[in-house]
């Protein structure tokens, strides 16, 4: 079984954010954001109310996709409207950078 999850870094430290198929998980300042940024920097919003979004694809895949914010959404520094995640990608939005973590892990269930 592969775990996934979103390690948070910004201004104030760092914290793990576990995903769960399907999603979507919304990310921006919004209160109801799944991904909730306190991202306001100098006066300016560089991060939308609702700013990108992931979601689990046909069981392939984590994508990111961009809710037509403004200042965009970055992958491993390439501005990015729709992407599929690779491990230990680096997602950056404003100035809020979030890891994205794939890992093996064992089957909890009980057999």
């Known amino acids: 079984m592969i775990r996934h999850w979103l390690l948070y870094t910004d201004v104030q430290g760092s914290r ?3 995903l769960t198929p399907p999603g979507p998980l919304c990310i921006g300042r919004a209160a ?6 306190d991202a306001t920097y100098a006066g300016h919003d560089p991060v939308s109310a609702h700013h990108a979004e992931l979601y689990w694809w046909n069981g392939v ?3 990111l996709r961009d809710l037509d914010s403004t200042n965009g ?3 491993d520094g390439q501005r990015s409207g ?3 995640l690779a ?3 680096l997602i950056t939005v404003g100035q809020v950078h979030l890891r994205f973590i ?3 892990g064992a ?5």
């Open 102 to 104: 794939a890992q093996m």
């Open 16 to 18: 793990t954010i576990p």
């Open 61 to 63: 895949g984590w994508v």
């Open 82 to 84: 729709h992407n599929r």
């Open 87 to 89: 491990p230990n990608c």
């Open 107 to 111: 089957d909890r269930a009980t057999r």
């Open 32 to 37: 109801d954001c799944t991904v909730h940024l």
């Open 73 to 75: 959404v970055y992958v």
